[in-house]
Each structure stands twice: as structure tokens, then as C-alpha cells.
């Protein structure tokens, strides 16, 4: 089967929000989506788009996706690539379809003049771990990540 990478369009949104949802409960979290197809939409195709998607198919069906947005270093004042999620559905693993959506988006950064591309992964997935290793993904150990949301959010922008 032929496998493509190409640019999402507004059409696959639904598709979009099938593959974060069954991200989410891959990662144990359901219950953290809260995107709607309204949301999804503006923020991928609306006036002032949040992130942009490639979308991997096989055999004309979406098999796959990688939600990114740019991020910028003031260390080196240019732009990268964070890659937000990644997902492949189960029957299509092991025919190169993550593969493929991260060498699309390793073009798209060297395009784009990005000098880094970067993602988080959880610490309890090995086999994304080890997968990300082998194309020369370094971990960033020395950083921690910080998050205010919800009330702690509220609570600091209102003092």
C-alpha cells in the first residue's frame, strides 16, 4: 500500500480529533479532551491558525497524524518545530508511518530555517523512547516541565 504524508485540510478534522482522543486514552487521559470539531477547526484552518497537521494515509485512509505549531529559542532568535502529538493507529505500526510523518516535519524545519524540531514523550513509553533514539532524538533530562492551569492559573492572573 502506498503510504502519503500530505497537509491536513479542513475536511480532516474529524479524523483529527478520532486520532487525539485515541492519543489521549493511549496515554491514560480521556477525559483531558476537551476539542470539539468547532475548536479544532479554528485553530488549524481559522483566521489566525494555533498549529498546523500533516496527515499520513494508506491506500486513500487517514492512518496517522502530526499536530505542530513553531516555537522560538531567544538563545538562537529563530524559530523551531514543536511537535504537539503523533499518532499511528495500531494496525498501520511498523509500516514506516511515524517514520514518514517525522522526516515530513524535519524537512519542514530545515525548509522553514528552524534550527531545532522537538516533542515530549512520557517516560513510562519505552518503545517511543527507544524509536526516537534511533533517529538520533536526544532526551533533555536537565529540564523539567512546569504547568499553571485551571485555578493556579486563574489565581496568578488574577493577583
Known amino acids: 500500500m502506498t503510504l502519503i504524508v500530505r497537509p491536513a485540510t479542513a475536511a480532516d478534522v ?68 514543536w511537535l504537539d502529538d503523533l499518532w499511528v493507529e495500531p494496525a498501520a505500526r511498523k509500516a514506516g508511518v511515524a517514520t514518514a510523518l517525522l522526516k515530513a516535519l524535519a524537512r519542514l524545519a530545515v525548509e522553514r530555517g528552524c534550527l531545532r524540531f522537538e516533542w515530549w514523550v512520557l517516560d513510562w513509553n519505552e518503545r517511543a523512547k527507544d524509536f526516537y533514539d534511533r533517529l538520533g532524538a536526544v532526551p533533555m533530562d536537565e529540564w523539567t516541565v512546569r504547568r499553571l492551569e485551571g485555578d493556579a492559573l486563574l489565581s496568578l492572573a488574577a493577583e
Open 14 to 81: 474529524p479524523d483529527i480529533l478520532r486520532f487525539v482522543k485515541a492519543l489521549a486514552t493511549f496515554e491514560k487521559a480521556p477525559e483531558a479532551v476537551i476539542a470539539t470539531p468547532a475548536l479544532m477547526h479554528e485553530a488549524l484552518f481559522g483566521a489566525r491558525p494555533a498549529a498546523e497537521c500533516l496527515m499520513a494515509e494508506m491506500g486513500g485512509e487517514p492512518v496517522g497524524f502530526a499536530l505542530f505549531f513553531h516555537n522560538f529559542s531567544t538563545w538562537t532568535a529563530r524559530r523551531g518545530i
